[in-house]
Structure formats: structure tokens, C-alpha cells
């Protein structure tokens, strides 16, 4: 029997990366896959590959989420994975001195309104059942200070609090619906590609990027997609407002060898 059979799965961010390994991965298992990113071409494409559903999502746009309930009023997972660092457009440093305020709120709003409203819709498509599971894709930088990425972190780590504040409310209202987050570190996607981008050596910069990791390589989605599998199954019914770390070990210790 697959772990997701006749389950509806809601991804956001599932044109590429990790969105799409998930996708692919509960689609494997049985599920209903309807993937939504904002890249609507790549977003197409990767439906089709499948043979799953697709809608295009801004994840940060209230009307697009309505949109998608009236779509969608169903759901038994909802995986609110899009998310941006903000350091693509390298126009501005994202220290806590030179963030611009513009940039500041942008990537909170994509990264933490988006799963504000993901977490809504969720919950409003899981209650006439009274069960299901919300996965949020937090981050290691949710759990640590990033200088060069204050926005990111910040928005990182306010995702995996509103994790916990809708697993609570779930239970509160007697419902069976599960919210839990997942902490990546180092996962080789594209988004890696915006932090190295001119970097004189490739092999090195990425290299340089996993030093400190104790398993000493870079992760990969498919390794991501399995842990929000079984926070998705009918297996992980009793985890809820939990963090789930994937980082290779990173958080374990501390890069300052002990004394
Ligand atoms: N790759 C890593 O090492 C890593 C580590 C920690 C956390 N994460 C988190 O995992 C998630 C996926 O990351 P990834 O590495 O696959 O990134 P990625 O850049 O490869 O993919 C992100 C996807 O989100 C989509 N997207 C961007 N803005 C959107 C919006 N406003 N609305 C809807 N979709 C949007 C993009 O089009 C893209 O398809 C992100 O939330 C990221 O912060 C990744």
C-alpha cells in the first residue's frame, strides 16, 4: 500500500528544487499532486513531467490563495515550501546594517505572509475532515544568526514559531491536523547558485560552503523529500509542532573545535 494514497497534496515553490522533489516523491507514493509555484513555465513543465496538476501561486498574494481554495477547497497535506533569500539580485548587502527596509519586507513577505497564508489555507481545507498535515520549510538560518542574511533568517525563524503556534490551535480545536517544520541546511538547488555566483573557482566556493558540515557534502532534495514523506504519512500522527533538522549533522556541534 503507498503512503499517500488518495491523499490531495498542495506544494508551493514545486517548479524546481526541493518543492519538485517533493512533488515527485508523493506523487511516487500515491498522491494527488497539485504543484503551485510562481514560475508558471517551469511550474507547467514539471506538472506535465509528472502528470500531476498545476496552479500558478504567488505565495505572497492573498487573491492567489483564494483563487486556489475555490481550486482546491480540499486538501489533506499542504507542503509551504516557495521561498527566497533575498541575495539574488545582489544589488544591496543583507547585514543588519545596509538591509534596505524594501528588501527587508520583501523577503518576509514571500517567505513568512506566504506561509502564514499557506498555513490558513491548510487549515480551512483540512477542517471539514478534521485531520491532515502542514509542513513548513523552515531552515538551519531560522535557528542561527546569519549576518549576510538577516531578512532570511528572520523570516526563517519566524516560520518555524507560527509552526508551532498552528500545531497548538489544531490540537486546541480538536483536530487531527499536524503542523511541523523541516530545517534544511546546504541542500544543492538552485538557490545555492545566487550565494556563488562570481566566485573566481565553483568547485571551491562549494567546497568552502561545506566545510563546517560534519558529513562534509551538500544535501540533496531528495533527501529533504523524504523527511516531509513521513511528516506527510499516516506514520508521524503523533508528531506535531515539531523541528525537524536535515544539515548533515551541522547543528550537532559548533565549526570551534573543543577546548
Ligand atoms: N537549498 C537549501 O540549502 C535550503 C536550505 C534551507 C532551507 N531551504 C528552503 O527550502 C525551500 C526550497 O528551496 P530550494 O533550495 O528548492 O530553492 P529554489 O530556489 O531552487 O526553488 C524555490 C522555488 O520557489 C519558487 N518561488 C519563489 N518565489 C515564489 C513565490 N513568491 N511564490 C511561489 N513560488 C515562489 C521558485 O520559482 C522556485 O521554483 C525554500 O523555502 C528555502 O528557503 C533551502
Known sequence: MARLTNKICVITGAARGIGLAIAQAFHAEGAQVILTDIDAVEGEAAAAALGARFFP????????????AREVPRADVVVNNAGITGLGDHTHPHDPENTPLSEWRRVHQINLD?????????????????????????????????????AYASSKAAIRNHTKSVALYCAGQGWAIRCNSIHPAAIMTPIWEQMIAGAPNRDAALAA????????????????AALALLLASDEATYITGSELDIDGGLLAGSAASPK
Open 209 to 224: 560552503m561545506v566545510a563546517d558540515t560534519p558529513l562534509r557534502r551538500f544535501g540533496r532534495p531528495d533527501e529533504v
Open 57 to 68: 501561486l504567488d505565495v505572497a498574494d492573498e487573491a492567489a490563495w483564494d483563487a486556489l
Open 114 to 150: 506566504g506561509t502564514f497564508l499557506g498555513c490558513r489555507f491548510a487549515i480551512r481545507a483540512m477542517k471539514a475532515t478534521g485531520k491532515g498535515s502542514i509542513i513548513n520549510m523552515s531552515s538551519r538560518s531560522g535557528l542561527v544568526g546569519i549576518p549576510g542574511a538577516a
